[in-house]
């Protein structure tokens, strides 16, 4: 059964101003599963109206922090028991497997609000002091206002929560655009966030990039835009905001390199490979993508590392068996396919898969895919591929390793694997990346941030960190001489 959904406006539930509709596809089966409003200009104007409303009318920002924290709690315990159901739709519409969106992707989100529920009572700013001698200076941490938040498809509940948590924990409301691919969870999201917030203070518009999201970047009423997308994508919403100068904070494509050391373990710089480099159907922008391999044994890394990747299972993305399911599009499938025809054209070894899945009817299913001897200098090399698609390179010299995995415009997650502390710190000291794990690739937790380098964007996620982003500093100066005429003022204005 197809079910229709509606946008959340205000409070209230809302088609689309023109009537149109868009379907959202499950990439497992090519089925329609949902229909979903085309939201247009007027649609993400009138939400952005409403979160004005609710910011300047002080219903969530003049709340306590005592009782911010609360209804977030409440939000939190709301997504728990809901959790089967999100996993489901996050499964259904991304293609990742059940078993990633019901054991990774909601607890983290869950966690994530339960931590920014308590952030809510830690904003701070430096403690108050007689800085200038005759008065007494505050500093305050004040929320910035309206927030629009543009998600990716990737995770689309999991990284709407990682803009709305520290968004509403500092008194922001929020604009919420997710893609048009999976806005399904976000709007169940919405559901019951509807009877814990306050009307207007989460509205969630489903439509284009190039009506919605440009709406959002635009519009004067909104003060800060909040995105986690591609680069480009990333570039085209700076120079919108720019004409407001809006607050940005910017999570963009990667290219994560992960070193493996002579020292390292194979076994386990293996392990971490297949994991990292193929969660969630490796359509992340923080999963290992390029691998350098020490020469002196690099043959048996990959003799080691195909044999463990040949044992993923590909298939139903429902199956808790399943490992890795489809991509989320035909047009993502077939860009992956471009990438693996130019590593071939560029000679690169291809030591695993490389053609679509077989016996599936339906569904845009992938070999998971490993090229060794990989050029610097290619396109599967240098550029965001966003599929099961791995490089593995060797490298002579750790500083060899070092100059090559900073070789590119990207700079989000990396990690080194090794046992000699003192070289791990040098890779890790010299790699520009916003996260560097030494022998792990990926671990997140709310209470450490999140973000990159370069063109990977800036401003975090996770952590208090990200608060900063979502506030703003304001001095207060309080003149505590009692004099008409101020010290200061006598040496402009005083008497001769």
Same mark, same amino acid.
């Given at each position: 059964? %197809? ?22 596809? *499950? =990439?497992?089966?090519? $089925?329609?599963?949902?229909?979903? =409003? ?6 993400? @104007? ?28 409440? &939000? ?35 966690? *994530? ?16 002091? #007689?800085?200038?001698?005759? /008065? ?6 004040? =929320?910035?206002? %309206?927030? !629009? ?60 990039? #190039?009506?919605? +999201?440009? #709406? ?32 940005? *904070?910017?999570? &963009? ?17 293996? $392990? ?10 490796? #359509? ?48 993502? &499938? ?16 291809? &030591?695993? /898969? ?33 599929? =099961? ?13 070092? @100059?090559?995995?900073?070789?590119? $415009? ?7 694997? /090794?046992?000699?502390?003192? %070289? ?17 690739? +990926?671990?997140?937790?709310? $209470?450490?941030?999140?973000? +990159? ?28 001489? !009692? ?14």
């Amino acid at each position: 059964m %197809v079910e229709n959904y509606r946008m959340f406006i205000g409070g209230k539930w809302a088609d689309s101003e023109s009537k149109e509709i868009f379907d959202v596809i *499950n =990439p497992a089966t090519e $089925e329609t599963i949902a229909r979903v =409003p085309k939201g247009t200009k007027k649609d993400a @104007q009138k939400a952005i109206d409403s979160a004005r409303q609710a910011f300047d009318s002080g219903v969530w920002s003049k709340k306590t922090p005592a009782e911010r924290a609360q209804l977030l709690w409440k &939000l939190a315990e709301a997504v728990e028991s809901d959790i089967d159901k999100l996993s489901k739709l996050e499964s259904m519409t991304v293609g990742k497997t059940i078993k990633y969106a019901r054991e990774n992707d909601l607890p983290f989100a869950i966690d *994530n609000l339960k931590f920014f529920s308590g952030a809510a009572r830690m904003l701070e700013g430096k403690s108050a002091g #007689e800085y200038a001698g005759i /008065g007494t200076s505050i500093i305050r941490r004040e =929320p910035i206002g %309206v927030v !629009g938040a543009i998600i990716p498809w990737n995770y689309p509940l999991f990284i709407a929560i990682w803009k709305l948590a520290p968004a509403l924990a500092a008194g922001n409301t929020v604009v919420v655009k997710p893609s048009s691919r999976t806005p399904l969870s976000v709007l169940e999201f919405a559901k019951l966030a509807e009877k814990i917030l306050p009307a207007g203070v989460l509205n969630v518009v489903t439509g284009p990039g #190039e009506t919605i +999201g440009e #709406e959002i970047a635009m519009n004067k009423k909104v003060d800060m835009v909040a995105v986690t997308g591609d680069t480009v994508t990333g570039r085209r919403i700076a120079e919108l905001a720019s004409k407001t100068l809006k607050r940005l *904070n910017m999570q &963009l494509s990667g290219k994560a390199p992960l070193i493996v050391l002579s020292d390292a373990s194979i076994d386990a710089a293996t $392990e971490g490979t297949v994991v990292s480099a193929f969660w969630n159907n490796a #359509e992340d922008c923080t999963a290992t993508t390029r691998v350098y391999v020490h020469e002196s044994i690099y043959e048996e890394f990959l003799k080691t590392l195909t044999k463990k990747v040949k044992k993923l299972k590909v298939g139903d993305p429902m199956d808790k068996k399943t490992d890795i399911g489809p991509l989320i599009s035909k047009s993502q &499938l077939e860009k992956a396919e471009s990438y693996i025809d130019s590593a071939l054209k560029d000679g690169a070894r291809l &030591l695993l /898969g490389g053609h679509r899945k077989t016996g599936f009817k339906h569904g845009f299913f992938l070999e998971p895919t490993i090229f060794a001897d990989v050029k610097q200098d290619s396109r599967l090399c240098r550029e965001e591929v966003f599929a =099961p698609v791995l490089a593995v390179m060797k490298y002579s010299s750790v500083d060899e390793a070092i @100059q090559k995995a900073n070789d590119v $415009e990207y700079g989000l997650g990396s990690s080194v694997w /090794g046992k000699d502390i003192t %070289v791990l710190m040098k890779v890790a000291n010299s790699l520009k990346f916003g996260e560097v794990w030494i022998n792990d690739h +990926g671990i997140l937790t709310s $209470e450490m941030p999140h973000g +990159g380098f370069k063109q990977s964007g800036f401003g975090k996620d996770l952590s208090l960190y990200s608060l900063e982003d979502y506030t703003q500093i304001k001095h207060i100066y309080i003149d505590q001489t !009692g004099l008409v005429r101020k010290p200061w003022y006598n040496t402009v204005f005083g008497d001769e």
